[in-house]
């Protein structure tokens, strides 16, 4: 086996590892039985646990800049984009649990993740989805008597109830689902802030 998938093996050894324990709980002891590797070996690749959950984070953090970056920069309906934006999560559930997991539990409410890098992670997130609501607000979509980053919490606390819902309950999510969560978050939000 080549370095790059020992690295890949143990990566997702620690990402279940984390999701079941919790960051607080989990030894490098319990990733390298996961993986089935030695100690020694998961050491030698990553030195330490925080340095295995800051990659699996990154990728988190990554992934969502991508999406955001490309909704912000899209000529997409604005419906289409909020839309977009809230899939990426659900898919993440979908395709990625124990990520998406790890996201609710240790990082957006563990205040072992508050750090001054860890909060300008957030900031980054909250700022780019900011920026599209003030497009929307600046398109004649979205009324303007709510501040743009006040319509960013309401959103953005839309989609992390409904994901939060699904992983505390480890639910189910098929197409027909996803596409009504998809199309409920989005309906209630620009009802709600669709200019009149």
């Known amino acids: 086996m080549v370095k790059n998938d020992k690295e890949e093996m143990i990566i997702n050894a ?23 590797v030695s100690y020694g070996l998961v050491y030698h690749y990553f030195g330490s646990k925080k ?3 800051d990659i699996i984070v990154n990728t988190w953090w990554s992934d969502l800049y991508h999406v955001l970056e490309e909704q912000k920069n899209s000529k997409a ?3 289409e984009r909020l839309a977009y934006i809230t899939q990426f999560f659900l898919d993440a559930y979908a395709n990625k649990p124990n990520l998406t997991s790890i996201f609710i539990s240790e ?12 909060l ?19 398109t004649g979509f979205l009324r303007d008597d709510i501040r743009p980053h006040y319509l960013t919490y ?12 699904l992983v505390l309950g480890r639910e189910q999510l098929n197409d027909k689902r996803k596409k009504r ?3 409920g978050i989005t309906q209630v939000f620009l009802d709600g802030a ?3």
Not at 14 to 36: P, S
Not at 107 to 118: A, E, F, P, Q, W
Not at 122 to 132: D, H, K, S, V
């Open 194 to 196: 669709r200019v009149r």
């Open 77 to 79: 309906a604005f419906p």
């Open 181 to 183: 969560m998809i199309d």
């Open 51 to 53: 340095v295995l959950f």
């Open 120 to 138: 300008e992670k957030f900031r980054r997130f909250f700022t780019l989805c900011e920026a599209i609501m003030d497009e929307g607000q600046k």
């Open 107 to 118: 990082i957006s409410r563990s205040s072992v993740y508050h750090t001054s890098t860890g």
């Open 154 to 165: 309401i959103f953005l606390g839309a989609v992390e109830g409904f994901i939060s819902i």
């Open 14 to 36: 620690a990402l279940a590892v984390f999701c079941k324990k919790g960051y607080a709980n989990t030894r490098m002891a319990d990733i390298a039985r996961e993986a089935g």
